[in-house]
């Protein structure tokens, strides 16, 4: 058995992949995964989608393929991190909505403890699960009965895939829900006190490469083992290769820069964060390097909102538009706040510049050139250097590349194949199984700047002008 298969259950879809044990892919299937807005701040998603539609791509895939279960040698999951959700460990049913990492209804709690000095965010699971316990009589019965299990969405796929025999997750993951201790390298006592949290009801943290279980026979007709479980950013940066020093730039519904910092972690600029890559066994000893990562929260939900506003007919317009875009309108495009440097949760996005002459065209270019500023931003607080890898669907534009590298004065490197999350995922899982030769990343020629460096400082100039005033009087958002 030859074949590895890799799932990427990101925010807004969901990706399947069967892989040859090179690296070349066999067959892939894709599908949209919807999220619910029930009331505003709160986001959710449907707990029994997060395991039907992974199954079901599944399922096409190896039908595409001609190929039967029997034949994978392992399944590598890759998942979007801080979305959790409850549920019994008696029946496997859900007790709650998934509660995604966008989601904000721990506002309140959080700038409380800001203002004590402790540096969360909503971006984090420790918040919600503080406010599931409080507020759902459903789980903080589970809890009292022993039957609650709480986690992120590698934890919940892998309780049902193999139905219930294993309740893992791995340093990725765990870190995204801000109850991990990088120097134990286990769940912080001090942190599930602080957020009331008992660790019974949290996973066992193991290895991201390294076989936990096999899927039930009777979901593919045969089991397969479960070989691997990664944070998508960390599966992005294995697929990359991503070694000390090195950075990559993944453009998904969010854009999140991670630079790799071996076992050593330095000082982080506002807004971001250390976090584990990956734990993996090396030479009789398991090995935990991590990396410093920043975000923005909207990349590619910058230009759905654009869809959704009518300024674009579809996503796959993009390009057409933007290059008939002025230049002249300066767009903050903080529509879900500003991540790294500013750490501004409350500021929303802004334009300035528009005229009554203004068209749809300058608008869709004015966010591109935006996000491309915000990244820019991001990339000089993180101190990456003249390179910079890039993947994730915005990477596929001609243009934003461009863009990017005009306004970061660095080369952009995009990956020719955007889905590294999805590869690194089945890369992980090959690695588990013994498969050494599955092939990294391959980027396209480099995208070099365009732009004098004059003109590169005029332009920055301009917008760190625009974030000032879009700034000033933010206050943070009413509680839920």
Known sequence: MS???????????????L?????????SARAPLGSLFPSPGRVE??????VSIPLDLLR????EADLPASEVAAIGLACQRATFLGWRASTGTPLTPAIGWQDNRSQVRVDQLRREGIPVTTLASCTKIEWLLTNSPEARAAHEHGDLRVGTIDSWLTWKLTDGEAFVTDPSNASATGLYDLRHRDWS????????????VLPDVTTTAGIVGATAPALLGHSVPLAARAGDQQAACFAHQTSEGEAKLTLGTSAMLDVANGTTPGPVPAGAHILPLWRLEAHGEEIEPSCVEGSIPTAGAAVEWLVRMNLLESIDQLDPVATRGSGL????????GLGTPHDLSAIRASFSGISLDTEPADLVLGVLDGLAHR???MADALAVGVNLPVDGGLSRSRVFPQRLADTTGRNILAAQDPETTLRGAARLAAAAVGVDHFSPV?????????????ERESRRSAFAVAVSAASAGTVSPPAL
Not at 329 to 336: F, I, N, Q, R, S
């Open 189 to 200: 006592a001090a942190a599930l006190d602080l957020f009331h949290i008992d660790r019974s």
């Open 19 to 27: 892989f040859e044990s090179d690296g070349s892919i066999r067959a």
């Open 329 to 336: 309108v300066t767009v903050v495009p903080a529509l879900a």
């Open 375 to 377: 990244c820019a931003e």
């Open 3 to 17: 074949v590895v298969a890799g799932i990427d259950l990101g925010t807004t879809s969901v990706r399947v992949g």
């Open 60 to 63: 096409r895939t190896l039908d």
């Open 45 to 50: 998603q449907d707990p029994d989608l997060l």
């Open 442 to 454: 391959v980027s396209r020629e480099p995208i070099e700047p365009d732009i004098s460096g004059d």
